[in-house]
């Protein structure tokens, strides 16, 4: 043995090897602990009424999970009330589409989150209650969609340019290119809002990740009758393709087209 080397050290360094996770599975659990560990203290935050540092954490631990969720599938529970986190912060700090668009991002993650009782968190709770997630096909609450008249009537157009590239991981979405299809209002002014998802199993990051990019995209065209802009349900394809991917549970991109 290198006489560099003490036997303390080298003892050290070998429990340090044996604690690393050995499996991606493992290394997966490790990670969801410590997430729920970050929601706690996001929690304590939000329960004390510091609608920013509770934002912030909100914020950054949907990111971590959007970014490290490679394996485990079931985090619908978790990742469902961290988006409603960042809608019930959002609505206390004044941010009211931003805090209804989160709210039903919450709700398509996982719909059993409706049954939490929002009263314990300030004005959000009136807000947020609403805007419940909506049948599909069926206009949202106090909206009127028009009869759509051959001739008369122009359906939504995309904007030009609505592809921002997101990341997700290993085996979020399927081991092969796939599509996820998500049903939305596209309202007078050409902003999308009332997201439902169509697709079925879709992993619940992958849920999050095209709904968080959807309320980012530039303006639609909106529908118009008669030449008059209207509101009109819009249905999307949202391509994925893996464009990189590593058996050993490495990241790929999926790019929206």
């Known amino acids: 043995m290198d006489a560099k080397c003490s036997w303390p050290g080298f003892l050290a360094g070998m429990l340090f090897v044996l604690a690393l996770p050995s499996t991606p599975a493992q290394a997966q659990s490790v990670a969801i602990s410590k997430w729920r560990e970050d929601f706690a203290a996001a929690q304590a935050s939000l329960e004390q009424g510091k609608w920013k540092a509770a934002k912030r954490k909100a914020d950054k631990l949907a990111t971590e999970i959007g970014h490290e969720a490679w394996y485990e599938r079931d985090l619908e529970?978790?990742?469902a009330?961290?988006?409603?986190?960042?809608?019930?912060t959002r609505a206390n700090l004044g941010k009211t589409e931003e805090a209804i668009w989160y709210w039903l991002v919450a709700q398509n993650v996982d719909r059993r989150i409706r049954e939490t009782n929002l009263e314990t968190y300030g004005s959000a709770a009136k807000l947020l209650r609403e805007f419940p997630l909506r049948p599909l096909?069926?206009?949202?609450?106090n909206v009127h969609l028009v009869e759509q008249i051959a001739g008369q009537f122009r359906g939504a157009r995309p904007p030009k340019k609505w592809a921002p590239e997101l990341l997700y991981n290993a085996a979020i979405a399927?081991?092969?290119?796939?599509s996820v299809y998500v049903e939305f209002l596209v309202d007078r002014r050409g902003r999308a809002r009332h997201p439902v998802i169509q697709s079925v199993d879709?992993?619940?990051?992958?849920?999050?990740?095209?709904?968080?990019?959807?309320?980012d995209l530039p303006a639609f065209e909106p529908a118009s009758l008669r030449g008059d802009p209207v509101d009109s349900l819009f249905d999307l394809g949202v391509p994925l393709r893996m464009s990189r991917w590593n058996q050993g549970g490495q990241a790929f991109v999926g790019e929206v087209q």
Not at 137 to 141: D, F, L, Q, V
Not at 202 to 215: F, K, M, R, S, T
């Open 202 to 215: 879709v992993h619940p990051v992958l849920v999050y990740g095209i709904l968080v990019a959807l309320y």
């Open 81 to 88: 009330n961290v988006a409603m986190m960042q809608a019930v």
């Open 77 to 79: 529970k978790l990742l």
């Open 137 to 141: 096909g069926k206009a949202p609450p």
């Open 174 to 178: 399927s081991e092969k290119p796939s």
